[in-house]
């Protein structure tokens, strides 16, 4: 309820808060639904509507690291649906799914805006250029290493 | 030698940082204070020239002398090639404004990108930042449109809609409050330059849309940023509080009694939300949906009120035009396409990157004067131009000149001035197939033509692709396409056919597999496992 506090002030707040909501908790709660419909004076319909409208707010926590990959044109030009093909056996995951060890999400999606250094893939926030299958498996294996080292400790 | 420090950039674009700028800088630094020699290193946007990211520049008493693309490992040949003062080294590009690339460009919107620290309303200023909206404080909000109209600018989101006329709108509505909102949902594969922008002259925006505003009588903004662009959105945010803290927004704009508010705002990763009404209902907080026009934004915007709805590089060619005048400004362009646009050659492409040209310049010097051809090195087998609703060219037609209506004239768009490239490996049933599932994936789902059209052209191409009816199936296609076109209640729908329609009119031969070219397998280069 803090973070609804936070925005109150802002006008059309839903958006700001649901990826408030989002960053603390990973996920948008079914529990949040309700409350978000009261403090902002909707229908549960209408959060559910905006929650379910757009592709980046889920409902379950994704993996330890969201790897986007981008699947549009310019990086299709540059092999980006053989280099999804590759993460997918790579990392044994479906496109939108979580790996078994919930180390990894896949996410495909429409462009990073890093057109002319493709393909490009965003891990965790931090854009990637020029990605090939190599770099690829060497990125997501340090991601692995540096788990196992937190873990570890 | 100067007891000045010695300046060495190295960007903190996202493209930059995408191939480890951050590491070279760290690089640099780390060598500098091994060897005890003093120096500055400022983080710039980039110059453009993306394939050669990072570029490090080291200022010397010639100009600014560039390196690139520099990894971390080159950094101790840079220092023992005597770099810091513009040493020969084989990853030396000489000059950075005499690389050809660079040289030939008219870099109006681009001007202070890659050259400032992005985040300094210092070096802003002394780069003649803020004079645009000092003249404009002096000025009546119709002078300030006049000189808009009178400059030919036109909105650069891809619609080409004259900027004059939409702000000459607002500023006539009669309302309590307005909006200005700069649309930077920059969803188009192969374009960035937005995202350039606001990494590399954020203030730029800034003034702009505080110009606008100025012009029309609004007192509060947005800037609708994109959840794919986390460095965009922190830098643009970094700039908004710098712009406050100044005294450049807020209540009393550089000591005047003009207020402007500014607020970044973040979309969720729908791509309709660049479509301006889409992206006003988001910015409202509701879903994306498309509103039916009319009413314009212009009369009845954000929360119903009277809005400027402009593309960012609409927004920054602004301050130059208040600052030296209409006439400086249209006297680049040809007909009626007045002043520059950046361009954005992306894709297989060689030499990737941003080209800032005055409208008029043909794709055939895009593509191979200045990209330099493909990266592949195959040949180039078609372009597409304007993102995902634009058409896809073949070579025959590159020597169509960049102007709006020499493109429309051809059933293509400029749009934002984005162009893909693809080699001779790329199945162009595929690339329609995809234009058909991206519009299927992306429809707010308000307009019956679109939402379920886009799904069954998806439907109707994988069979031509399988090569049942192909003659019937093709025809059934175009009829879809004109549906599309005519019914859709906006560009998504009713431009998906553009990317198709070309695709199947100059490429014809993919969409027949019995006399197939080697293409139309469905094969591609990087398929092989």
Redesign the interface.
Known sequence: MSIVAEHAR???????I??ALQETFGCIDDAAIPLLAGA?NLSRA?VH??VS?????RRTRPGRHVV?M?R????????A???LDHARRSLTVDAHGTTADGAFSLEP??????????P?V?ID??????VGPERFDALTADLRAQDQAEDAR | MSHRLTSIYVPRDAAALSVGADAVAAAIRAEASRRGLPLRVVRNGSRGMLWLEPLVEVATDAGRVAYGAVTPADVPSLFDAGFLTGGPHPLGQGLTEEIPFFKKQERLTFARCGVIDPLSVEDYRAHGGFRGLENALAMTPAEIVATVTESGLRGRGGAGFPTGVKWNTVLNAEADEKFVCCNADEGDSGTFADRMMIEGDPFCLIEGMTIAALAVGATAGYVYMRSEYPHATETLRHAIRLAYDEGWLGENIHGTDRIFHLEARVGAGAYICGEETAMLESLEGKRGMVRAKPPLPALQGLFGKPTVVNNVLSLCAVPIILDRGADYYRDFGVGRSRGTLPFQLAGNIRQGGIVEKAFGVTLHELLYEYGGGTISGRPIRAVQVGGPLGAYLPPAQFDLRKDYEAFAAQGAMLGHGGIVVFDDTVNMARQARFAMEFCAIESCGKCTPCRIGSTRGVEVIDKIIAGQDVDDNLALLDDLCEVMLDGSLCAMGGMTPFPVRSAIKHFGEDFRPTTASPSATGIRAGDAP
């Open positions: 802002q006008r059309g707040a839903l958006l700001p649901l990826h902002l209408d509507g905006v409208f757009y592709h980046d707010f986007k981008c549009a044109e310019a990086c299709q030009a540059m092999g649906d053989a280099l999606v429409f462009c990073l805006g890093n057109c002319a250094l493709s490009a965003m926030g931090v854009l990637h250029g020029r």
